[in-house]
């Protein structure tokens, strides 16, 4: 069946940085575009940066362009998300997803803290 494990969350102070990772199983990894979303608490789940399926586009929020960077490894079926420059509001749990896929499960997502 579809999975995603993410991992790599922590605690960081502001202007650190992180690296998310989100291994995939369960279908044709390279066949997909894929998602990374974050959930704060209190509000709803956004898309935070999404790329192709041979990665060769990607796009992001607003909120972390030229901060974030969405990328991925085929041959290992992960997609990471490299966070630079991390601010207070980038604290939330960190999802992974196909794009398009309404179905798919959620993971159990990865916890991002930024705070002094």
């Known amino acids: 069946q579809v999975q995603f494990v993410e991992s790599g969350g922590g605690l960081v102070q502001p202007g650190g940085s992180l690296r998310l990772s989100c291994a995939a199983s369960g279908f044709t990894f390279s066949a997909d575009g894929m998602s990374w979303y974050r959930q704060a608490p209190g509000t709803a789940r956004e898309l935070v940066a999404a790329?192709?399926?041979?990665?060769?586009?990607?796009n992001y929020a607003d909120s972390v362009k030229g901060r974030f960077t969405i990328s991925r490894d085929n041959a290992k079926g992960t997609v990471y998300l490299q966070m630079n420059a991390l601010k207070p509001e980038d604290t939330a749990v960190y999802y992974c997803?196909?794009?398009?896929?309404?179905?798919?499960?959620w993971g159990k997502g990865t916890l991002v803290t930024v705070s002094s």
């Open positions: 790329i192709t399926s041979a990665g060769g586009s990607t």
């Open positions: 997803r196909r794009r398009g896929v309404g179905s798919d499960p």
